[in-house]
């Protein structure tokens, strides 16, 4: 059985290691356009900053190393330029003499991956605006950046996104100002505002200068420096751009082939991640596939997934639907100077947009143990189904244990799991690796409050909303006096949650209670205490003032 | 209607809690026999080590500010001496005045804890011997520790546990040599050899004696110092001793009472956390719950499953039976110095008692990227079931990373979730944060590749056997020509992996061979030639060199 793979790295170099080792006997030939079969793209970044110092480190593996380990014909600089489905053969042409030939298939594997966008605006042809997606591309930024490395020298990346925030730490890292412009509203899109909140400040605290909801217009030469036009007319001088806006799957050879293009602008594939043709399968960056939750296809970029759909189709590719691919639910991260930032399911704005009925609870648990030394808070955004408890996503972000939460609710997520789940969970608890009470617990059981009407939850721009309305509610400050002394919310009156039932007759009982304290669970036990004192519209801040602090409008 | 707690802490004190947002109008009385009513339990080594300073900081919450905020009417240093079902009420002792007296229940929750285990031997009554539980005990020790401490001052722990690791670090911290005396032949029991081996060596590494297959005989006096007089007549003369054997749950009440106690020996408990008496919960150390994974009850000592006990306990006092408990597999952890030791469900040892089937792979994966810098290895062993794939249990060593790869199986046991679970899990991944393929994830990929019969297993001391029994055996090391030459297995030919394929006809095809590298990985690929070559019973070594090192008998 001879196995024909267009495009190494994630998808196909892995595909082809998997093969061999099922199939002793297969033949197998790797078309990668490109100069290398297998090569760390996610580290690239971190070689532009040089926290990854040895250029070889980026390479797994070479096309020799490769070759003989999976006696397979690994053949760089050979580029597919199309596939001949008729007679199963794709056309390639060879980089280095620019000669081309046919090669035959049983089996064909299709991992082509994803180009970054270029916008198609004035001036992007211009020297040293580059875009990042391999080695090649990772030189020629590194070379410019030593180039250009002044006193003063600045760069621009277009594009808040993981990517853009990982180049901008690294620019800044090796001595430039930093710009980053987010066309949206707040940068990370993955995340919602008040997370995403938080790594805006800790970038600015960083150094970093970040614009968002504005554009790019054009780029223009100035001297020997480059201008970024920007859609409000204002420019940007710089030395170096990195436009970082996105990618989109490499489909015109599938395409072109005739092969069945998804709703998402992927290549189609099927559970086996078997094509629309029987012989050729696709994995990686250029595939569309449903998303767990919502059932709809959309096309990720992660790696992990790309990695297990070669092992899946490799495995199907010898042995004919056998194994079932599950979809991804986007768990990603990235690592934002001192803090982490990651997501995993959907996010507020998606699944507004989707229109999928969703409620939100946000906390700022302790990494570990309070009394344990050396512990600084995480934030936790979690959104579920206000009916069944059903997980749609989370996100968090902070400098300790992020990653921990969200590879914990990704997995819930993938199986369908609730708030439930989370509140059942269990965890390895020891002062100095968590708390009795794991984050994801606790914010399951806020979630748990909130689903079974011990607790009406409000959210900090709702309550904003009331507060520009100047409705008339009671605003009740539930923390310590020299708390409220030191901020608190326009217009609220303090009565400390432990000496609230004395107080309970001076508060109106005609209209509508908001009660906050810090974080949100002082909050809570003033709201029981209040609706089981005959209150009957009352509504605890969720997450309390240090939400309200990063995005509330009405400051005190 | 009035309910009794009897035992503050983190069974007594969260109930409490959520028992008066539940009903505000509740009466709530708690008696605890001791001076605290919530205090850090799991933070006292670190007291003792000074890694707490702060002493205020081990208390959550004082008797007076709990009773304000919940409303609850908390009684330390009153102890119930007997529970009188017939009247519904517990007779009390106030151990501030010695007076006995009654108080009524509607509804009583037990959560009495458990008692460390004191064996009764000769001179267990010494000055100096501790156990360490609550903070009395904490501040004993600590007094004792600076009172003794000078140049040679030496501490022994009898027994090797969780604590007791936690107590050798903290008493080495402060200035103390430290020796641990372990019955059983390795530390830390709840993980298997060898992930306990690598513990072993890091506390010998830190300059922490251990001797282990080694039981306490009796406690001497001499001059001013103990003498520790081991069951091979032995002494270890030093300052200070600490019992940490174990404990017992305290069932004294519930059994004078003729409350149900479990084959386990705890308080019987149904799914509610009801009693045999349906006016009577029970929570915490002292009850007995079935094991998820065995179904079999048995008592758990973990501040986590107490928390959500207690929750779950209060709500059905309130709304009878509305929440049940789904047990606790078991999930635990201690930092040992520099590294971190985990452990969820059920050991090989444990698996072996109850008779059941299982497999192992043991993985020695990078902690994230490893072109990222600062990655340490960790080790994971993952036990489950041969032919389902349902996960019994996993362990993990090391100092990065532990206690994420043991959250995410915990929560898998949990869930009767499979190995084929954890390949298809998806999690944060950015160098920084882990690998394409996370630790969790390619510990499944071997296990799949056991079940799936790619790939024959064969364990460290398995191979020992045939090596002990000189068997007749092709005994292959797959790694690079100066890796063998470095180090490898007494008997052991070396062919490169990547030359395999060349020297095929130079293994003999009549016996059994045995393949090995490094980690394990090269080893799989040189297993899956070789087998589908025509060599008939081929096996991998587990863990590879790695693990061989750490316990293999036959090293070369």
Chains 1, 2 share one sequence.
């Not at 397979?72 to 008729?86: G, Y």
């Not at 043709?277 to 990686?284: L, N, R, T």
Request: with cysteine.
């Amino acid at each position: 059985m001879k196995y024909v793979i267009i495009g190494g790295v994630a998808g196909g170099a892995s595909a082809a290691a998997r093969l061999k080792r099922m199939n002793e006997d297969a033949e197998i030939v790797i078309l990668e356009k490109g100069e290398h079969i297998s090569y760390a793209n996610c580290g690239l970044p971190y070689f532009i900053g040089n926290t990854i110092n040895d250029r070889k480190k980026l390479f797994l593996q070479t096309p020799v190393s490769f070759g003989n380990r999976y006696d397979a014909d690994v053949r760089t600089l050979n580029e597919v330029t199309a596939i001949n489905r008729d007679r199963k053969t794709v056309s390639v042409k060879n980089l280095h003499n620019n000669k081309e030939y046919e090669e035959g298939y049983d089996i064909l594997l299709l991992s082509p991956g994803a180009s970054p966008i270029i916008p198609p605006v004035e001036g992007v042809d211009l020297p040293n605006i580059y875009t990042l997606r391999n080695v090649t591309d990772c030189d020629r930024i590194k070379m410019c950046a030593a180039d250009k490395l002044s006193v003063g020298a600045s760069a621009v990346i277009i594009g808040g996104g993981f990517i853009g925030l990982e180049m901008a730490e690294n620019l800044h890292k090796i001595g430039y100002q930093v710009t980053v412009v987010e066309k949206a509203d707040h940068v990370l899109t993955p995340l919602d505002w008040p997370l995403a909140a938080i790594v805006q400040q800790h970038l600015i605290e960083q150094g970093v200068r970040v614009i968002t909801s504005n554009g790019l217009q054009t780029f223009k030469q100035v001297d020997n420096r480059l201008a970024v036009v920007l859609e409000d007319n204002s420019e940007l001088v710089c030395d170096l751009v990195v436009l970082s806006i996105g990618v989109r799957p490499n489909t015109d050879l599938a395409k072109a082939a005739g092969l069945k293009i998804g709703e998402a602008g992927g290549i189609w594939v099927d559970e086996y991640l078997q094509t629309s043709d029987e012989c050729i399968f696709a994995v990686g960056d250029a595939i569309e596939f449903p998303h767990p939750v919502t059932g709809k296809p959309y096309c990720n970029f992660l790696a992990g997934p790309a990695n297990l759909q070669a092992r899946i189709a490799a495995m199907n590719m010898v042995y004919p639907q056998t194994v079932k691919y599950s979809g991804s639910v986007a768990t990603a991260i990235a690592k934002v100077f001192n803090i982490a930032a990651a997501s995993t399911g959907l996010s507020e704005a998606a699944l507004k947009r989707q229109g999928i009925a969703f409620q939100t609870v946000i906390t700022h648990p302790a990494p570990h143990a309070t009394y344990y030394p050396g512990g600084k808070p995480l934030h936790l955004k979690l959104n579920f189904d206000p009916e069944t408890g059903l997980i749609l996503g989370a996100q968090a972000v902070g400098p300790m244990n992020v990653d921990k939460q969200i590879d914990i609710i990704s997995l819930l997520i993938k199986h369908q799991g609730t708030i439930f789940d989370l509140v059942n969970s269990e965890h390895a608890y020891a002062p100095p690796f968590g708390s009795a009470k794991s984050p994801v617990m606790f914010a399951g059981m806020v979630a748990e409050n909130i689903i079974s009407h011990l607790m009406n939850p409000i959210q900090a721009a709702e309550l904003d909303e009331l507060l520009d309305q100047n409705a008339d509610i009671n605003l009740i400050d539930v923390r310590e006096i020299q708390e409220h002394k030191a901020d608190s919310i326009q217009g609220a009156v303090n009565y400390p949650v432990d000496e609230l039932r004395e107080f309970l007759d001076d508060i109106p009982n005609d209209k509508k209670t908001v009660v906050f304290c810090e974080v949100g669970l002082r909050g809570y036990i003033a709201s029981r205490i209040l609706m089981q004192s005959g209150f009957d519209n009352v509504y605890n801040l969720i997450g309390g003032m240090k939400t309200y602090r990063l995005i509330g409008k009405h400051l005190r």
